[in-house]
């Protein structure tokens, strides 16, 4: 009977663990059930043709610099230009007293006019000893003697010549003129100084502002794309002022130079890059942000950059799924800015994929599209690179005199 009685509660208490077993499987059912879907914002993957940019930081430097200097010494009678001017080749900057050089090129004419003088006089002695010694009245001596003063006088005429050119020129000296097309900047000698060829500052420094270039660098592993974009053309080079709003145009401009070694201290390259500079946006001495066009990719997939998270197996996104729930997919990011991410693998076009609330989903995550939500912009893509004469960059102009 007690037997019994034992088998019975037995019993009993494994229904009672039965039953509570299968209601602790049914509550996370009915708690998955029971959770409401998330609210992200999703977005299509497109196919677009995506300019690809190597970006760097870069200084902007004037085309031509040019330090004024006088050329002869003596005092500043007068200053004819105003700080911060444009000024073109020939523009008459400022002029030195021309007295004392105007009086040595008057002393060189007064001596040219001497010798030609005695030059004429010679000749004509020459003429009348050359028919005396015909007819025997004179020797031949004295007629190859008049030969030989007739030499020297010539010689004279040439060298007053030659000192008459040289007053000219420093004549000439005393009106200092512009010898590029630039802004002046500070001046740095007033009138009634007297001006040395020695002056280390001299009186201005012109800077051509257009066109304007930019120096930057970039890391030696993308020698090979720049070199590729060179043997294309003449790659676009966009230059932002640092800390200039999201708003402003960038300049356009295209890139010049590539400097024939790598840095080796720091292994990067140099590059120069020419802008036009109509709006005087870029000024030297700035520092810009420059992003160089390296190629164009064609029928590229793409997302915005904020569809792309980071895990500890690589990039990946959410893509809608069937039944308003998401899949969580593993993709390989060949390219990314602030505008696009381009895949190479993962994704296909017309799929979408989770822009807005990622942070909250899992894989198999029960969704709701709101409206909005980020989507692809409007890549403009540059035209084809034109040479380095399409371009129309200036080669660089000589100096002119008057200037180092």
Request: proline content about 7%; cysteine-free.
């Amino acid at each position: 009977m007690r037997r019994a009685v034992l088998i019975a509660i037995a019993v009993i208490a494994l229904a009672v663990a039965a039953y509570h077993v299968s209601a602790g499987n049914k509550a996370p059912a009915k708690a998955a059930a029971a959770t409401p879907p998330i609210p992200v914002q999703v977005t299509g993957v497109v196919s677009r043709n995506v300019p690809i940019y190597l970006t760097a930081l870069g200084t902007v430097q004037a085309s031509q610099t040019v330090t004024v200097r006088p050329m002869i010494d003596g005092p500043l009678t007068s200053v004819n230009f105003k700080e911060g001017q444009d000024v073109t080749a020939g523009t008459v900057l400022a002029r030195i007293d021309p007295r004392p050089y105007q009086a040595t090129l008057d002393q060189a004419n007064g001596k040219l006019a001497q010798d030609k003088a005695l030059l004429a006089n010679a000749e004509l002695d020459l003429v009348r000893y050359v028919k005396l010694a015909k007819t025997a009245y004179s020797s031949a001596q004295q007629a190859d003697t008049q030969r030989a003063v007739v030499a020297q006088d010539k010689a004279l005429v040439k060298q007053d010549q030659a000192s008459v050119e040289s007053a000219q020129t420093q004549l000439s000296y005393t009106t200092i003129k512009a010898p590029i097309d630039g802004r002046t900047g500070l001046r740095q000698v007033d009138v009634g100084n007297i001006v040395h060829t020695t002056d280390a500052n001299g009186l201005v420094v012109i800077a051509t502002l257009h066109p304007i270039a930019v120096i930057f660098t970039l890391p030696q592993q993308d020698l090979p794309q720049v070199q590729a974009a060179l043997t294309a053309g003449s790659p676009e080079a966009l230059a932002s002022l640092q800390g200039a709003t999201g708003t402003a145009t960038p300049d356009q401009g295209t890139l010049t130079v590539l400097d024939n070694q790598v840095d080796p201290t720091t292994g990067t390259i140099k590059l120069k890059a020419m802008f036009p500079n109509p709006q005087s946006h870029l000024w030297p001495g700035a520092f810009v942000t420059v992003k160089l066009l390296a190629r164009t990719q064609d029928n590229a997939i793409v997302v915005p950059p904020v569809a792309v998270q980071q895990g500890p197996d690589g990039d990946y996104v959410y893509v809608v799924a069937p039944g308003n729930t998401v899949s969580r997919r593993i993709v390989t990011v060949s390219h990314q800015d602030e505008q696009v991410a381009v895949i190479s693998s993962g994704l296909k076009p017309g799929e979408q994929v989770v822009v807005n609330g990622a942070a909250r989903l899992n894989d198999k995550s029960r969704i709701k599209i709101l409206a909005g939500g980020v989507s692809v912009p409007a890549l403009p893509v540059p035209a084809p690179a034109a040479s380095a004469q399409d371009a129309g960059v200036p080669a660089r102009q000589g100096g002119a005199g008057g200037a180092t």
